[in-house]
């Protein structure tokens, strides 16, 4: 069970953190850098805060959104534990905003796939985490010493 959770989070990690590459390099590959300005136009007018009177510039969206997305996904790869959840946390916040500014975009179900799959793994990640520390909690026996067992019958 531990390889097989090993093995989700540096899949996982290894994603993301191609992704937030491909947000901040246009290098990697051109159309795909051009796409992404083009949707982050759409996402910024639907920004979750914009209700609040913030609208941020597409362009620092994005490059916001790479960071964390690189950041969080080499931290989930070779983090230590409790960096390693504090970043799966990030990331399962991150794709519940891609969801709702899918949702707000009024986009099709195809769109939202890749978003609701990660999410779906990144929550699995973060339950298999939680139940495994669970049970790796050691109580402390109270040994009973000659004395203490002589005082317990008086």
């Known amino acids: 069970m531990a390889l097989l959770l090993a093995a989700l989070r540096v899949l996982l990690g290894g994603f993301f953190a191609l992704t937030g590459v491909a947000k901040l390099s246009a290098q990697i590959s051109a159309p795909v850098s051009e796409q992404m300005k083009a949707l982050f136009v759409q996402f910024a007018e639907v920004f979750p805060l914009k209700v609040f009177g913030y609208q941020p510039d597409p362009l620092s969206y994005q490059t916001a959104v790479g ?14 534990p409790m960096l390693q959840e504090i970043s799966n946390l990030l990331l399962i916040l991150l794709m519940m ?13 195809s ?22 520390q ?7 026996t109270r040994r009973m010493t000659v004395n203490a067992f002589k005082e317990s019958w008086k």
């Open 67 to 80: 960071w964390l997305e690189l950041l969080a996904g080499l931290l989930l790869v070779v983090g230590p």
């Open 97 to 109: 905003g891609a969801i709702f500014t899918l949702a707000s975009l009024n986009e099709s179900l």
């Open 111 to 132: 769109i939202y796939i890749p978003a609701i799959v990660c999410l779906v793994f990144l929550l699995l990640l973060d339950v298999c985490q939680f139940s495994s």
């Open 134 to 140: 669970t049970k790796k909690v050691v109580r402390p």
